[in-house]
Nanobody, 120 residues
Framework: VQLQASGGGLVQAGGSLRLSCTAS????????MGWFRQAPGKEREFVAA???????IYADSAKGRFTISGDNAKNTVYLQMNSLRPEDTAVYYC???????????????WGQGTLVTVSS
């Protein structure tokens, strides 16, 4: 099982980034996929998730700015992040779960994380 996250980088406040997470080793279309983030010195927090049915859920901090989507043909989940703020700076992790509750850990599988840095 592998989740490979990519797309992080350095961006100015107000800018955009799109994160990608490609999965292998499990039936992607049967899993709910989530994005979490962890800023320096802080606990990991939920950002967004998409159920296998297509239903999406967002943290309040992400609503209106971030969009999660999935492509079953590519076994990939995306996180489009717009209007980025310095407080969005964190390592972003993708994860997969078959649990019903998807706004909190634990998830069964985790990617390695990709760093997003937003400068002011």
């Amino acid at each position: 099982v592998q989740l490979q996250a990519s797309g992080g980088g350095l961006v100015q406040a107000g800018g955009s980034l799109r994160l990608s997470c490609t999965a292998s080793g499990f039936t992607f279309s049967s899993y709910n996929m989530g994005w979490f983030r962890q800023a320096p010195g802080k606990e990991r927090e939920f950002v967004a998730a998409i159920r296998w049915s297509g239903e999406t859920i967002y943290a309040d901090s992400a609503k209106g700015r971030f969009t999660i989507s999935g492509d079953n043909a590519k076994n990939t989940v995306y996180l489009q992040m717009n209007s980025l703020r310095p407080e969005d700076t964190a390592v972003y992790y993708c994860a997969a779960t078959r649990r019903v509750v998807i706004t909190t850990a634990p998830y069964e599988y985790w990617g390695q994380g990709t760093l997003v840095t937003v400068s002011s």
